[in-house]
């Protein structure tokens, strides 16, 4: 089975804070993603990548950088977080095959909030 | 741009009751789709998906068909449990965003006993 992993389901943080959040991947798919969930809002991309130090802007990637130093790591990072960054935050992962679109696995998600 | 359109919740339906929850989709090319589970405080799963037209998803008695002509993906299930409660979420991939997915906003299901 894959495991997609996050490095904390719940975390409270200050304005003001830089925030790491931490996703692991293990059947070594070369796409990874970050989405934020809000109610009513669905899920919107932040950022995704594709390939090892790749990485490409999605919906709403302002207030966030990204990093991907590994091909089984994808970091998400607010730089100075604020309380409209108060959400659940999923990290996503999926093969990358050539003719195929291929289904994304997800983490179980970590509940940010910022005070 | 890439679209996905569902019905809106919430949904609630007595145990047995019979499900569909409506989703139609914009998109160029041929995309895949596909019906995402999230369970409570969980994560998003895949429930099933389907590759072409005509291709019929199915799983946990969950079933949907990829019907081109009206661009659809409807999600049914014959008898409904307390245990399906869940967000369920539409989505598609391989349309003009080659490597992501378009979700659609998700649709909450409860069902009573």
């Known amino acids: 089975d894959v495991k997609v992993t996050q490095s904390s389901r719940y975390l409270v943080k200050r304005t003001g804070e830089k925030v790491f959040l931490e996703c692991v991947q293990d059947m070594d798919h070369e796409n990874m993603f970050w989405y934020r969930q809000d109610p009513g809002l669905g899920l919107r991309l932040i950022y995704f990548?594709?390939?090892?130090?790749?990485?490409e802007k999605g919906d709403i990637p302002e207030g966030y950088s990204v990093s991907r130093e590994k091909k089984e790591r994808f970091s998400l990072i607010l730089e100075s977080a604020s309380t409209n960054q108060t959400s659940m935050y999923l990290c996503?992962?999926?093969?990358?095959?050539?003719?195929?679109?291929?289904?994304?696995?997800f983490g179980p998600g970590t509940r940010l909030t910022v005070l | 741009g890439d679209s996905v359109t569902q019905m809106e919740g919430p949904v609630t339906l007595s145990e047995e009751a019979f499900l569909t929850i409506n989703c139609t989709y914009t998109?160029?090319?041929?995309?895949?789709l596909f019906w995402y589970v999230q369970y409570p405080g969980e994560g998003l799963q895949l429930l099933l998906k389907a590759t072409k037209a005509d291709d019929k998803g199915s799983n946990k008695g969950f079933e949907a068909t990829y019907r081109k002509e009206t661009t659809s993906f409807h999600l049914e299930k014959g008898s409904v449990q307390v245990s399906d409660s869940a967000v369920y979420f539409c989505?598609?991939?391989?349309?003009?965003?080659?490597?992501?997915?378009?979700f659609g906003d998700g649709t909450t299901l409860t069902v009573k006993p």
């Open positions: 990548s594709y390939d090892v130090k790749m990485k």
């Open positions: 989505a598609l991939s391989g349309g003009t965003n080659a490597g992501k997915s378009t």
């Open positions: 998109a160029t090319g041929y995309p895949s």
């Open positions: 996503a992962s999926s093969l990358s095959v050539a003719g195929l679109n291929n289904e994304q696995f």
